[in-house]
């Protein structure tokens, strides 16, 4: 990042204690709703678990301002880990889902709402262009992402993030 913007850490909350997959961002004891090879989003089960997700924090030093515009990221998940995934931020204290898109198109990944992430095919594999669209104007706070995954197949299921870019600008007030 540039001068003026600190972007913490990635922190995993709520899951398992270490990463279970080399040179990944990824975790596991993700909660549960799908079986083995499911593919049909209207048969998963599970919920979002407000206290299990993944989380980074943006700050502007003192004196600038930031717009934040979007973010991009791929994911990935083992082959029994969460088929859905959403983000949400501490501008609305995480109350709701951020509003997502999938750009490119790719047939591995679907919304089957405006703002939940669906892996429609049981494979792995990093899929790319999760996109989420915000319009944060004129913070000189912090602002705080979480991504939350559920409907893993079993508790030993990984789901990872990784090249998560943060659209907008910042600078002097």
Known sequence: ???????????????????????????????????????AFDQLTGQLNTSKYYQFTLTPEVADAMTVTGLTFGADRSVSGPRTFAVRSSADNYSTNLSASILPANAALSLPGSNVFFFTQDTTGGVGGCTITVNYSHLTGPVTFRIYAWNAEDAGGSFAVDTVMVHGQFGLI
């Open 1 to 39: 990042l540039e001068p003026g913007l600190t972007l913490s850490s990635f922190t995993a909350t709520g899951v398992s204690p270490n990463p279970v997959e080399d040179g990944k961002f990824a975790f596991s004891q993700w909660d549960g709703g799908s079986v083995q090879g499911d593919t």
